[in-house]
C-alpha cells in the first residue's frame, strides 16, 4: 500500500492506552485498562495471557465489535493513521474484513449453519468489492485452494456441518484472508482443534501471512503457540500489558514474576517427573482490581512497594522491551 | 424425502385410528342424546322406532365398527339434528373458519415478525420496551373481551365496521370467500384482529427472544467482523436461523386457530366450523362432534407434515438426516 519508505517504517497499528470498560450493576469492570502496543507491516504479535485477561477484549476493541454494555472509554487506536476510536459505523464497516479481518476461536459456531460456504464467503467479498457474482466466486474458490481444502467447487456448494472441526477454522481464516487484510486478529483459533491439525494450520498461517504481508494478533493463552509464530509478544494479566519484547526476550530470559511463571506452568519446559510449578492462587476477580501492581498476591517477589502502581519500564535502546514490575527478574533465566 | 412423506402419511393413518376410537368412546360417554332429540311427549313405540333410526340401539363397540365402516369410504356418519351427511356440513363451513385463520395468522406473522426483530435489537429502547409492554396485553387480555371492545369501538361507537356475520360472498372455484371485496374485508378486519392478537404476541415475544439469543452467537460476530451491512447481519443470518423455530411455532398455532377459533366466531356471530361445533354440542349431535374432531386432527397431521418440509427447506442439518433415513 504504502510507497515510501519512510511509510513503511511507520507501525501499520498504533494501541495507545486502551481502555475498554463494562459497566455493569455491581461496578465497572475494566477488562482493558490501559493497553498500548504497536505493530508493523507483516509482523507477527503474540497477544498471550489467561482467560479474563482481556486479550479477547483487545481484539474486539480494535475491531469496533466489543458487546454492549462494553465501551472503549479512552486511548486511541490508529491504524494505518486513522483513528479507529472515533471513526463512523459505516467507515468502520468498510474497514472490517476488507482491511481488518478476524477469525474467532470456536470453528464449530464461527460459520452460519444454515448458509452454504459459497454465500459465506462471496458475501464478504461482495460486501466491500461489488465485483459481481461470478468473479467472486471465482475469488472465494482460490480462497480455499490458498488453505488448502481439496475439491473447492464440492465444497463451496457444502454446509458447515458437513466439515470437520480443522477444515471449519480453514474455511474461517480462508473468509478472513480473502480480500488481503493489512491486519488479521486471530482469536485462539486453533485452541478447540486437535494438536496435528493446530500445527498445520499454525504452519500455513504463517506462510500466508508472510507471503501477503498481512500482520498478525495472535491471542492466545499458549505461551508454545506463541514460541514458534510471532515475532514479539505482549503478556497480558488483568487487563493490563505486564511485560512485552521480542518472542525470544519474553520466553528466554522473563524479566514478570508472571511471564516466569505462566512458562513455568508448561509441562514439556519442567525436569521430567518434576512436579509442575504453578502460579498460587487465583486470577483477581475483574470487579474490584487491588490497587497497585493486580498480581502482587499471588507474586513471590512482591513486597510493600507493589501497592504503587508500577509503570512499564522501558529498556535503554529498546522501547518495545519491558515490564511492568517493581522487582523484575534479572535477564539471567 | 418422498421415503420421509410416505412413512409420515402411514403414521397420520394410526393416529387418525387411534384419536377416532377416544373421540368415538368420549362423545359417546357424555350426556343422551336421545333427551334432546326425541320429543317427550312421543309414543313408546315411536320413541323406539327413532332410537332404533339413530342407531342407537347398538351396542358401543357395534355402533363403532359401523362408524369405522363408513369412515373408510369417506363417510363419517349422518348429523341426528340436520339429517345430512356429518362431513358435509363441516366441509361446508370450512372456507369460512380457514379464510378467517389465514388472515388472522397472516396478520400475526406479518406485524409479530418485525416487531420481535425490533424489540430484539432495541430491549432497552423505549420502542422496544413498548412493544414487549404490549405484548403482554396481547397475552393476557381476554379474547371474548377483546372482541366486545372492537365491536363497541369500531362497529358501535365509530360505526366503521360491521359487527357481525361474512357479509356477501364471492365464488371461486364453488367456495364463498370474503377476501376479494372490500365489505368482505370490512367483516372480516374485526374478527381476525381479535384472533390474531395472542398469536402476535406469542410471535413476537418467540422473535424477541430468537433474536437476542442468535446475537450473541459467534456467527453473527464473525459475520460483523466480515464487514457485512447491518441489514444483512440481521435480514440473512440472524432472520434464516431464527426462522426456525418460528415456522414450527407458526405452524401449529394455525392449526389451533382453525380448531378452536369458537370464541371469536361467536363473539362476531362468523359462519365458521367453531359454531357449528358449539351448536352440535349444545344438541348432543354426536356424528357432528366426532366428525369435526376428526378434520381438525386431519388438519393438525397436514400442517405439521408442512411444517416438517419446510423445516428441512430451512435448516440443512435436518435435511441432511432426512436423506439418510
Excluded at chain 1, 84 to 100: D, F, K, S, V, W
Excluded at chain 1, 302 to 309: G, L, P, Y
Excluded at chain 2, 19 to 36: E, H, K, Q, R, T
Amino acid at each position: 500500500m504504502s510507497a515510501t519508505a519512510a511509510m513503511r517504517d511507520e507501525p501499520l497499528l498504533v494501541v495507545d492506552g486502551l481502555c475498554t470498560h463494562f459497566p455493569t450493576r455491581a461496578g465497572v469492570v475494566k477488562a482493558v485498562d490501559g493497553v498500548s502496543f504497536s505493530l508493523r507491516r507483516g509482523e507477527i504479535l503474540g497477544l498471550v495471557g489467561e482467560s479474563g485477561s482481556g486479550k479477547s477484549i483487545t481484539g474486539y476493541s480494535i475491531l469496533g465489535l466489543v458487546d454492549p454494555p462494553g465501551r472503549v472509554v479512552a486511548g486511541s487506536i490508529r491504524y494505518d493513521g486513522v483513528e479507529l476510536t472515533t471513526l463512523p459505523g459505516e467507515a468502520m464497516r468498510r474497514l472490517r474484513g476488507n482491511r481488518i479481518s478476524m477469525v474467532v476461536q470456536d470453528p464449530m459456531a464461527t460459520l452460519n449453519p444454515v448458509l452454504r460456504i459459497d454465500r459465506q464467503m462471496t458475501e464478504t467479498i461482495l460486501a466491500h468489492d461489488d465485483v459481481g457474482e461470478a468473479l467472486a466466486l471465482e475469488r472465494a474458490r482460490d480462497a480455499l485452494l490458498r488453505v488448502g481444502i481439496a475439491s473447492p467447487d464440492e465444497r463451496l456448494r457444502a454446509y458447515p456441518h458437513q466439515f470437520s472441526g480443522g477444515m471449519r477454522q480453514r474455511v474461517a481464516i480462508a473468509i478472513a484472508l480473502i480480500n488481503r487484510p493489512d491486519l488479521v486478529i486471530a482469536d485462539e483459533p486453533t485452541t478447540a482443534l486437535d494438536v496435528t491439525i493446530q500445527g498445520q494450520i499454525l504452519h500455513e498461517v504463517q506462510t500466508l501471512a508472510r507471503e501477503t504481508g498481512t500482520a498478525l494478533v495472535w491471542i492466545t493463552h499458549d505461551l508454545t503457540v506463541v514460541a514458534g509464530l510471532a515475532d514479539r509478544v505482549c503478556v497480558m494479566y488483568a487487563g493490563r500489558i505486564v511485560e512485552q519484547g521480542t518472542t525470544a526476550q519474553v520466553l528466554e530470559s522473563p524479566a514478570h514474576p508472571y511471564t516466569r511463571g505462566l512458562l513455568d506452568s508448561v509441562p514439556a519446559r519442567n525436569a521430567r517427573g518434576a512436579r509442575l510449578r504453578q502460579i498460587p492462587g487465583m486470577p483477581p476477580a475483574p470487579l474490584g482490581l487491588p490497587d497497585g501492581c493486580a498480581f502482587r498476591e499471588r507474586c513471590p517477589r512482591a513486597d510493600e512497594a507493589c501497592v504503587a502502581d508500577p509503570p512499564m519500564r522501558g529498556t535503554p535502546g529498546d522501547p518495545d522491551r519491558g515490564a511492568r514490575c517493581h522487582h523484575p527478574l534479572d535477564d539471567a533465566p | 424425502m418422498t421415503a420421509f412423506v410416505i412413512r409420515r402419511l402411514i403414521e397420520s393413518v394410526v393416529v387418525l385410528f387411534a384419536m377416532s376410537l377416544i373421540v368415538f368412546v368420549g362423545v359417546y360417554a357424555i350426556g343422551n342424546p336421545v333427551d334432546i332429540l326425541i320429543n317427550p311427549q312421543a309414543e313408546p313405540l315411536e320413541r323406539e322406532r327413532a332410537i332404533a333410526a339413530l342407531g342407537l340401539d347398538r351396542p358401543l363397540w357395534e355402533q363403532y365398527v359401523t362408524f369405522l365402516r363408513g369412515a373408510v369410504t369417506g363417510d363419517l356418519g349422518r348429523s341426528f339434528v340436520h339429517a345430512t351427511p356429518a362431513l358435509g356440513l363441516i366441509v361446508e363451513k370450512m372456507p369460512a373458519t380457514l379464510e378467517l385463520a389465514f388472515v388472522a395468522m397472516l396478520l400475526a406473522v406479518v406485524l409479530g415478525i418485525p416487531l420481535g426483530l425490533w424489540a430484539g435489537l432495541k430491549p432497552d429502547a423505549l420502542s422496544g420496551r413498548a412493544i414487549m409492554a404490549g405484548s403482554i396485553l396481547g397475552f393476557s387480555l381476554p379474547t371474548f373481551w377483546v372482541g366486545l371492545m372492537l365491536i363497541m369501538v369500531f362497529s358501535v361507537m365509530l360505526g366503521w365496521l360491521p359487527s357481525n356475520g361474512r357479509g356477501p360472498t364471492v365464488d371461486v372455484l364453488g367456495i364463498g370467500v370474503s377476501f376479494l371485496t372490500v365489505d368482505g374485508w370490512r367483516h372480516l378486519i374485526l374478527p381476525a384482529t381479535n384472533l390474531a392478537l395472542f398469536k402476535l404476541a406469542l410471535l413476537i415475544r418467540l422473535t424477541r427472544a430468537g433474536t437476542r439469543e442468535a446475537l450473541l452467537q459467534d456467527y453473527v460476530k464473525f459475520a460483523r467482523a466480515k464487514g457485512l451491512p447491518q441489514r444483512r447481519v440481521i435480514g440473512v443470518h440472524v432472520l434464516r436461523n431464527i426462522l426456525i423455530p418460528i415456522v414450527t411455532v407458526a405452524g401449529l398455532e394455525l392449526g389451533s386457530v382453525i380448531a378452536f377459533a369458537i370464541v371469536t366466531e361467536s363473539v362476531f356471530a362468523w359462519p365458521g366450523m367453531g359454531k357449528l361445533l358449539i351448536d352440535s354440542i349444545n344438541l348432543l349431535d354426536r356424528p357432528v362432534i366426532v366428525a369435526y374432531l376428526l378434520v381438525i386432527v386431519a388438519i393438525f397431521i397436514t400442517i405439521n407434515l408442512v411444517v416438517d418440509v419446510l423445516y428441512s427447506a430451512l435448516d440443512p442439518r435436518v435435511r441432511l438426516t432426512e436423506s439418510r433415513g
